[in-house]
């Protein structure tokens, strides 16, 4: 892709694609499904966990997902929403996400999350490519 503007039209249907990534992080996260959760990732991909842990490439993503993920949703549920996409190029663009957790009744489980997801289009499909997830401390 070149480093155009988008028209509103495709700008629309990249953010629904976007969205849609963010969709299946939330449901790969729910169902405790760590491969699905890693395959949202580019291969060279760099992610920093909440708590500040750097991982780098699908393989090492992939490796401390396995670890952590099973379990970790039994008495919760993730609920993510994206909140702002700023394009830096038509293929690239930075996406800011709401990141909460419910009770299996609908209540909040402790600090929301604010993860900042960078996503680049390969092959026609929007990854995950740089990630930093950032816990939102009440004040």
Known sequence: ?????????????????????VAAVEHSQ????????ADLFRPDAIWTTGH???LFGRE???EFTRRVLPGAMKDMTPVYEVVHVLFIR???????VRQRYLTLDGRPVGDEG???YVMSKEDGHWRLTAC????VLDS
């Open 114 to 116: 604010s993860p900042l």
């Open 30 to 37: 729910r169902n405790e499904l760590p491969d699905a959760f």
């Open 132 to 135: 930093q997830n950032t816990q």
């Open 1 to 21: 892709m070149n480093t155009t503007a988008l028209d509103e039209r495709t700008r629309e249907t990249e953010i629904e694609a976007i969205k849609q990534v």
């Open 60 to 62: 090492e993503i992939a």
């Open 90 to 96: 038509p293929d690239v663009a930075a996406v800011k």
């Open 52 to 54: 500040g842990r750097r």
